[in-house]
């Protein structure tokens, strides 16, 4: 069974701070990683994709992978208030046959504190 | 405006009768999904289907039944034979150039 995890959290952070998510995965295969947000009662809404080892940019959040490690983490920098929700972490497994089905982590509850 | 659609937002069903969830969407992608999502546990694929015509079971097809007639609608249909069934339901899209899948805003489905 291939498997996505996160700490569950809640990660409390004050405001300004740099958040950090982190996901690790257990398929080697895996070739693409999303990071989702989900706000209480609301569907997920997509943050970041990242295909390659290394660093992906955009605004004030990074996506950073380790295929070697097996992890892939979400930076938050200048963590507002507005940030507060679950961060859900999902992975596109290798298992031919098992074509663009994601796999998805429990969450991690992130909280800013003003 | 382009978008994924789902509805009703909330529905409320009596033990012994099936509901049918809708999913509608105009973004032209080509593979639809079907996840539940209960409290504490991630996502859970229930169906999905990438072409017209054509779907598979995912992780947790018990007690579901779904059909794709058009490329823009993909309906879940909950049967009285889900024994658990409340829990959040939400339909992804994505196109067939890329793996991103894009979410409806769900629906909340409770059983009385």
């Known amino acids: 069974q291939k498997e996505v995890e996160q700490n569950s959290g809640p990660l409390s952070v004050p405001e300004g701070a740099i958040a950090s998510l982190n996901c690790t995965y257990s398929d080697r295969g895996s070739q693409s990683f999303f990071w989702y947000r989900q706000y209480s009662g609301k569907s997920p809404e997509l943050i970041m994709f990242i295909y390659s080892n290394g660093d992906k940019e955009d605004g004030r959040f990074t996506a950073q992978l380790n295929k070697a490690s097996q992890y892939v983490s979400l930076l938050i920098r200048d963590s507002q208030p507005s940030d507060s929700a679950t961060y859900l972490c999902?992975?596109?497994?290798?298992?031919?046959?098992?074509?663009?089905?994601?796999?998805f982590g429990t969450g991690t509850l992130l909280a800013v504190q003003p | 405006d382009g978008g994924i659609t789902q509805s009703p937002k909330y529905l409320f069903r009596k033990e012994g009768q099936n509901v049918t969830l809708s999913c509608e969407q105009n973004l032209n992608h080509d593979a639809m999904y079907w996840y539940r999502q209960d409290p504490g546990q991630g996502l859970r694929l229930i169906y999905y289907s990438q072409i017209v015509n054509d779907f598979q079971k995912g992780d947790i097809a018990e007690g579901y039944s779904v059909s794709r007639e058009k490329k823009e609608s993909f309906p879940l249909t909950v049967t009285s034979a889900q024994k658990n069934p409340t829990a959040f339901y939400l339909c992804a899209s994505r196109t067939g150039q890329t793996d991103t899948q894009y979410f409806g805003p769900g629906t909340r489905l409770t059983v009385l």
């Open positions: 999902a992975v596109n497994p290798s298992l031919l046959g098992a074509t663009n089905k994601l796999i």
